[in-house]
């Protein structure tokens, strides 16, 4: 007997299950040689499925042999559906077949373990219990499972540092809320009516009063000024707007600068704010120089020529043009 020699040295119980495991091996190369003589077989045979074919060659070729000769189409169309229907057949029973082989084969598996597992080895019994107690273990898990039901979240922990894209997506839509709002309030400052009193200055103050919008840039500002002024001063109607210059607190501001600008910002000038253009005095009790004081003067309208001119000469001496950036000394100014 192969595998059993002059030297073996063994129980009779292990000499049993060599010659179960050579017959077992037998069994599986007997088996092998039906599955490779039925393949053979199934060459010769006359179906459509070949080996290596894929489904659109093996239609081609089943319809070469079908159509030998003039056919017409309705003849054509016919056979084409018929072996078509033939090749699907073809296939669910192949498929039910390597189907059936795989779950004899699964079987016969399981009868080797349950025959390999009645086996009286030394450390069967351990596995076997250990078997045990997993089964044991997963039946508890699942009956913890169904007693405490689904896992859920703990309202009571603090979340609010992690990240949401819900509470996100609120946090932005908010956003935009109050951004769109506030571009509406300030497009209504914009549109607000704004009293200017302001001076034409030739030398001499000619105080008048006008009416403008916040959103108005000193260019419209002064439009609206020569305008007003033209009737009475021929100076004013020979020239243009870009050769007009307003002075408020001894500080030239540049025709592209709005009123919104100044009112928003709070801006000052050498003597007083920049953001109120009516005029009135702060009174106080005592001179406190740490104080800043709220005195608005009125702004004067200048003619470009008559500044250049005289720009040497108090109080054009002390003009200096807007920014935005610098901070102005505090003093006061006599007259408009």
Same mark, same amino acid.
């Given at each position: ?33 039906? @599955? ?6 199934? +060459? ?10 894929? $489904? ?13 000769? @003039? ?8 056979? $084409? ?28 598996k399981r009868k080797q373990r349950k025959t390999k597992g009645s086996s009286r080895l030394s450390f069967a019994d351990d596995i076997e219990n250990g078997s045990e107690e997993e089964d044991c273990e997963n039946e508890t898990l699942q009956s913890k499972r169904l007693r405490h039901g689904k896992l859920g979240k703990d309202p009571t922990v603090e979340t609010s540092f992690l990240p949401d894209s819900e509470r996100e997506a609120e946090e932005q839509a908010e956003r935009e809320r109050l951004q769109r709002q506030w571009f509406l309030e300030q497009e209504q400052i914009r549109n607000e009516p ?12 000619? $105080?008048?009063?006008? @009416? ?10 002064? &439009?609206?000024?020569?305008?007003? @002024? ?6 004013? &109607? ?31 000038? +050498? ?32 003619? $470009?020529?008559?500044?250049? +001119? ?27």
């Amino acid at each position: 007997m192969s595998g059993m020699g002059d030297g073996y040295v063994g129980t009779a119980q292990d000499a049993v299950r060599i010659r179960k495991l050579e017959k077992q091996r037998e069994a599986e190369r007997r088996k092998i040689q039906e @599955l490779k003589d039925k393949s053979a077989s199934a +060459k010769g045979q006359p179906g459509l499925l070949q080996f290596g074919k894929s $489904r659109a060659e093996i239609l081609e070729h089943a319809l070469k042999k079908e159509t030998v000769g @003039l056919v017409t189409r309705e003849e054509y169309v016919e056979k $084409r559906i018929n072996i078509r229907n033939k090749i699907e057949e073809e296939e669910k029973e192949k498929l039910q077949k390597q189907q059936q082989e795989e779950e004899e084969l699964q079987l016969k598996k399981r009868k080797q373990r349950k025959t390999k597992g009645s086996s009286r080895l030394s450390f069967a019994d351990d596995i076997e219990n250990g078997s045990e107690e997993e089964d044991c273990e997963n039946e508890t898990l699942q009956s913890k499972r169904l007693r405490h039901g689904k896992l859920g979240k703990d309202p009571t922990v603090e979340t609010s540092f992690l990240p949401d894209s819900e509470r996100e997506a609120e946090e932005q839509a908010e956003r935009e809320r109050l951004q769109r709002q506030w571009f509406l309030e300030q497009e209504q400052i914009r549109n607000e009516p704004l009293q200017i009193t302001y001076s034409y200055w030739d030398g001499a103050g000619h $105080r008048r009063v006008i @009416l403008a919008r916040k959103g108005d840039k000193i260019g419209d500002f002064l &439009r609206s000024v020569q305008q007003q @002024l033209a009737p009475e001063f021929r100076e004013i &109607r020979t020239t243009s707007v870009e050769n007009l210059i307003y002075v408020k607190e001894d500080v030239i501001i540049p025709h592209q600068h709005s009123f919104y600008e100044l009112i928003i910002n709070k801006a000052r000038g +050498k003597s007083g704010p920049l953001f109120h253009f009516d005029v009135h005095e702060d009174v106080r009790t005592t001179a406190d120089a740490t104080i800043e004081k709220d005195e608005s003067h009125a702004g004067k309208v200048v003619e $470009r020529h008559w500044y250049e +001119k005289n720009k040497h000469i108090f109080p054009a001496s002390r003009w200096e043009i807007y920014d935005p950036t610098k901070k102005w000394e505090r003093y006061t100014i006599h007259g408009d």
